[in-house]
């Protein structure tokens, strides 16, 4: 009996020794791992896709590989309603190398505009729900996770339609302009056809005019539209319809009353 | 007389020799946990504030095993301390990692770290110290039931 005992001894103490060798030096491993963060780029592209991408650099110096290494994120609005979520893997990061992984996050601007027009004309606050995992050693899973929020800024923010003012009043039928502001929030440029519609105190359609507002980011929008409105049919008061016709806007209706 | 005064003497001397050993052994487990600390674990204990607390308890509960298991060597409670020793070990660890999973949150950054991998090696390990300490505890038994008997020439 003493000879098995003792091979279990020499066993277990080989085996313990491993053990804490392997702990000891996938913690220090981990030390020697440097992450970056890029800056965060936004686009819209020709097929209105906003991509969020956020590049990040890992350089492994330490002295095991990096396994699965993973990054994840998903955003949600206010109300807690996923937005768009995405995970970005790589599979290895080996000893020494340094490794770049570039994480784009799709939202389809046409369908988010359309599931909540206030997008179009308020700015917003999204949560950010972002985690990093790996395999330390490829073997030990670590996951950090943390919330963020991100900020939303809208196209046609205080959007406004002015008071009319009358042209000529000896011609027929009477010009009316009416001044168009808005502040481009976004982080793209705004290129889009208006539809706009006159409606007199009566409810009569009085004017119905099309014009197109272009606006770069982060910028102000001042701007006009004309109607030529039919003598005797022009009111003090009455009201706007507005309807935004290019994608990805073409869910904003809005109406603005006058007078 | 004498020959009674000479088997307390011999006792003493035993028993002596078995709390000097033991005093070693717990000292020298403690000086290897405080290298330990010093060189990798108190870099690490800056990130886990509990760490600390955790591994002093556990070094504590273990070194008193030790003192206790060889001050009771040459018995069959040594064996008992030992087997008590590797359970502890199991109980101590699966308690204090949480099942295994280990989750910190500072500020609003969650550190969740999966150790099931290694706290299967480290039980079964502990297994294995176990089943080292039932088999000689059985050895013992065998062995004082039935002395060895010289090997004929």
């Known amino acids: 009996m003493r000879v098995p005992i003792r091979m279990i001894s020499v066993a277990t103490t080989i085996f313990w020794v491993f053990l804490i060798a392997f702990a000891i030096t996938a913690v220090y491993s981990v030390r020697d791992v440097s992450f970056n963060m890029g800056e965060p780029q936004s686009t819209l592209t020709q097929d209105n896709m906003m991509i969020l991408s956020l590049p990040f650099t890992v350089a492994n110096r330490g002295f095991y590989n990096i396994g699965l290494l993973s990054v994840t994120t998903q955003i949600s609005d206010e109300e807690g309603g996923v937005i768009a ?7 290895v990061v080996r000893i020494g190398e340094q490794a770049t992984l570039v994480h784009n996050v799709t939202i389809n601007a046409t369908d988010f505009l359309w599931r909540n027009q206030n997008y179009l004309f308020d700015d917003a606050s999204f949560l950010v729900n972002m985690s990093l995992g790996m395999r330390i050693a490829e073997v030990i899973p670590v996951q950090v996770s943390t919330n963020v929020s991100m900020s939303w800024g809208a196209p046609f923010y205080n959007f406004s339609l002015g008071t009319p003012e009358l042209g000529s009043f000896d011609s027929t039928p009477l010009r009316v302009t009416v001044p168009l502001s808005f502040e481009n929030h976004a982080f793209f440029d705004v290129a889009c056809a208006l539809r706009v519609q006159m409606y007199n105190a009566y409810g009569s359609l009085v004017g119905d005019t099309q014009t197109s507002v272009n606006a770069a980011q982060h910028s102000s929008y001042n701007g006009f ?3 030529y409105v039919p003598q005797g049919e022009m ?7 507005v309807l935004f016709l290019t994608p990805p806007f073409d869910s904003g209706q809005l109406e603005v009353h006058y007078g | 007389m004498a020959e009674k005064n000479g088997g307390l003497n011999s006792k003493l001397r035993k028993y002596t020799f078995k709390a000097v050993k033991a005093t070693l052994k717990g000292i020298l487990f403690y000086l290897l946990y405080i290298v330990l600390w010093m060189m990798f674990l108190a870099p690490v204990a800056t990130v886990l504030p509990g760490l600390q607390r ?7 509960v273990y070194v008193v095993l030790i003192i206790v298991s060889e001050l009771t060597s040459g018995t069959i409670f040594q064996y008992f301390f030992d087997a008590v020793k590797s359970l502890f070990m199991i ?7 949480g099942g295994g999973t280990m989750s910190i949150t500072m500020q609003n950054i969650n550190l969740a770290i999966d150790l099931h991998v290694f706290l299967g090696i480290i039980m079964l390990l502990s297994l ?7 088999l000689q505890a059985i050895n013992f038994m065998s062995e004082k039931a039935e002395p060895p008997q010289p090997l004929p020439s």
Request: charged share 20%; hydrophobic share 50%; proline share 3%.
């Open chain 1, 85 to 91: 979520d995405n995970s970005t893997t790589l599979p």
């Open chain 1, 225 to 227: 539209v004309e109607f």
């Open chain 2, 128 to 134: 294995l110290g176990l089943a080292k300490a039932v």
């Open chain 1, 235 to 241: 009111t003090d008061t009455g009201r706007f319809e």
């Open chain 2, 91 to 97: 109980g101590y660890l699966i308690m204090a990692l």
């Open chain 2, 54 to 60: 955790m591994i002093e308890t556990f070094v504590m």
